[in-house]
């Protein structure tokens, strides 16, 4: 039976994120199913488009909440929606105001688990409080890991027939780049260095990229000739200077927010992709660049063995040098770095959003049926 889907539309109003990429591709892919489905995003125009939702102004804020509350029940109804998905945690109007079922992605609990990072204690209280109401309200919930679903189910306390996983997928723009002149281009556009190490993730703390370079600082000593490229925009306003203070930061490369249409061709130019976050709910930059024929040294914590297999090298994200001996064992063994990219290659096949997509309106047919 066609449906006519609503899904939230403004987390595709903002810089690249795992969200808004979970957004973007689970409508370009619901849409492509070919079961005479209509998919209407909903959304109020943001005055900071471009920036991220930490860049929201408080009288946009309230606005948000007017329009989720009020306004967005009415244009449901008037667009005779069958069921309504918010792709992130607290998309969903207070329970009780929509007209119809409704889904929430919620890919993590990051905010509950690392608050002090992000909040005040009261504000993490109101946010948790806040977050418990939304799930309380929707019809069902779709995480994006085994990992996160039994974090949510720990901490919520949820019936677990309530709680399905559906796994992100990898676009098929991330594959291998063998056109030299492309990446001449975005070497160029970036100032890159001919050898680096990528990591992503920026000023936001809990991708740990204080001890990546601290690592770093380490392999120096016995790789000299490799640079670190750190992308990512400032997290919060908090920018390079104040979130790395302190450390040598030579032959590190801050080069900010990177296109989407370039990011294939930057993970491709890495030699390794160094990902140590200490919270993930997937992770999608490691089966990105696992897609790309990039080897990935990554966090042996929250989803992402989940997510990588065997085809990585995993760290204990706290500890320095063990995270330098493994880009050192890394970037000493071309055997070994040519095993990895084979197995990532394999590994990204796994992992599609037109599964994805097929999964999730099948959770829409449940909860309809229900």
């Given at each position: 039976m066609a449906m006519r889907i609503g899904i939230e539309g403004l987390p595709l109003l903002f810089h690249r994120t795992g969200t808004s990429t979970y957004t973007h591709e689970l409508v370009q892919h619901l849409r492509r199913l070919g079961l005479g489905d209509t998919v209407v995003l909903f959304s109020r125009n943001q005055r900071t488009a471009g920036g991220s939702y930490h860049d929201i102004s408080y009288a946009d804020r309230v606005a948000n909440l007017l329009?989720?509350?009020?306004?967005?029940?009415?244009?449901?109804?008037?667009?005779?929606?069958?069921?309504?998905h918010s792709p992130r945690d607290m998309g969903l109007p207070v329970p009780g105001r929509l007209p119809c079922p409704s889904v929430v992605t919620l890919h993590d609990i990051i905010l509950v688990r690392l608050a002090r990072d992000y909040y005040s204690a009261a504000r993490a209280r109101l946010y948790e409080r806040r977050l418990r109401g939304r799930l309380a309200g929707a019809d069902h919930i779709i995480?994006?890991?085994?990992?996160?679903?039994?974090?949510?189910?720990?901490?919520?306390?949820?019936?677990?027939d309530k709680v399905s996983v559906v796994y992100n997928?990898?676009?098929?723009?991330?594959?291998?780049?063998?056109?030299?002149?492309?990446?001449?281009?975005?070497?160029?556009?970036?100032?890159l260095p001919r050898r680096y190490i990528l990591c992503m993730g920026s000023t936001e703390p809990r991708k740990n990229i204080r001890r990546a370079i601290e690592?770093?600082?380490?392999?120096?000593?016995?790789?000299?000739?490799?640079?670190?490229?750190?992308?990512?925009?400032?997290?919060?306003?908090?920018?390079?200077?104040?979130?790395?203070?302190?450390?040598?930061?030579?032959?590190?490369?801050?080069?900010?927010?990177?296109?989407d249409a370039d990011m294939p061709a930057v993970l491709a130019g890495a030699e390794v992709l160094f990902f140590p976050s200490l919270y993930e709910g997937f992770g999608l930059p490691p089966l990105e660049a696992m897609a790309c024929g990039v080897p990935v040294v990554t966090s042996s914590g929250s989803s992402l063995p989940e997510v990588v297999g065997d085809a990585a090298v995993l760290v204990d994200p706290e500890s320095v040098s063990g995270m330098a001996g493994a880009l050192e064992m890394v970037l000493g063994s071309e055997e070994l770095r040519r095993d990895l990219a084979q197995k990532g290659l394999e590994r990204a096949r796994l992992f599609s959003w037109q599964r994805c997509a097929e999964e999730t309106r099948q959770i829409y047919e449940e909860v309809l049926g229900n």
């Amino acid at each position: 039976m066609a449906m006519r889907i609503g899904i939230e539309g403004l987390p595709l109003l903002f810089h690249r994120t795992g969200t808004s990429t979970y957004t973007h591709e689970l409508v370009q892919h619901l849409r492509r199913l070919g079961l005479g489905d209509t998919v209407v995003l909903f959304s109020r125009n943001q005055r900071t488009a471009g920036g991220s939702y930490h860049d929201i102004s408080y009288a946009d804020r309230v606005a948000n909440l007017l329009y989720k509350d009020y306004r967005l029940p009415w244009k449901l109804a008037a667009a005779r929606i069958d069921i309504y998905h918010s792709p992130r945690d607290m998309g969903l109007p207070v329970p009780g105001r929509l007209p119809c079922p409704s889904v929430v992605t919620l890919h993590d609990i990051i905010l509950v688990r690392l608050a002090r990072d992000y909040y005040s204690a009261a504000r993490a209280r109101l946010y948790e409080r806040r977050l418990r109401g939304r799930l309380a309200g929707a019809d069902h919930i779709i995480t994006v890991s085994e990992f996160s679903r039994s974090d949510i189910l720990d901490w919520s306390g949820l019936d677990p027939d309530k709680v399905s996983v559906v796994y992100n997928g990898v676009s098929e723009v991330f594959q291998p780049v063998m056109d030299e002149d492309l990446q001449e281009e975005v070497r160029s556009r970036y100032n890159l260095p001919r050898r680096y190490i990528l990591c992503m993730g920026s000023t936001e703390p809990r991708k740990n990229i204080r001890r990546a370079i601290e690592a770093y600082n380490q392999l120096r000593r016995v790789e000299p000739a490799v640079s670190l490229v750190v992308t990512g925009v400032d997290y919060c306003g908090v920018g390079a200077s104040e979130a790395f203070a302190g450390l040598p930061l030579e032959g590190v490369f801050l080069a900010g927010y990177v296109r989407d249409a370039d990011m294939p061709a930057v993970l491709a130019g890495a030699e390794v992709l160094f990902f140590p976050s200490l919270y993930e709910g997937f992770g999608l930059p490691p089966l990105e660049a696992m897609a790309c024929g990039v080897p990935v040294v990554t966090s042996s914590g929250s989803s992402l063995p989940e997510v990588v297999g065997d085809a990585a090298v995993l760290v204990d994200p706290e500890s320095v040098s063990g995270m330098a001996g493994a880009l050192e064992m890394v970037l000493g063994s071309e055997e070994l770095r040519r095993d990895l990219a084979q197995k990532g290659l394999e590994r990204a096949r796994l992992f599609s959003w037109q599964r994805c997509a097929e999964e999730t309106r099948q959770i829409y047919e449940e909860v309809l049926g229900n």
